[in-house]
C-alpha cells in the first residue's frame, strides 16, 4: 500500500476524489497529466483498491473507496503508522 503512496500524481488523484467523484478528462485537468499517465495512475490506485470506477453514461467515474490515515511522530515516540478503513 506505501508504494501507491510514493507517487505525487497519485497523491494528486487522491486529493481531488476526496471532495467528490470525478471523470476522467476532469481528472487529467486538474492534475495536469495526459491521457495515459492518468490512466496509469488511475489503474494503479483501483489495482490496490483504494478507487472504485463506474460507468454513468458515456463517462467513466472514480471514487474514493478507502480511508487512508499515516501518522508519523519523530523521536521519542517515534511513530509511523498507516491505516487504511472502508
Do not use: C, W
Amino acid at each position: 500500500m506505501l508504494a501507491v503512496l510514493t507517487s505525487k500524481n497519485r497523491l494528486k488523484i487522491l486529493k481531488l476524489l476526496s471532495r467528490r467523484d470525478r471523470y476522467v478528462s476532469e481528472i487529467m485537468e486538474l492534475a495536469s497529466m495526459d491521457g495515459r499517465n492518468a490512466k496509469h495512475h488511475l489503474d494503479t490506485l483501483e489495482e490496490s483498491g483504494v478507487i472504485q470506477s463506474y460507468q454513468q453514461g458515456r463517462k467513466k467515474y472514480y471514487r474514493l473507496i478507502k480511508e487512508i490515515h499515516l501518522e508519523i511522530s519523530p523521536p521519542p515516540e517515534g511513530r509511523f503508522i498507516l491505516y487504511i478503513t472502508e
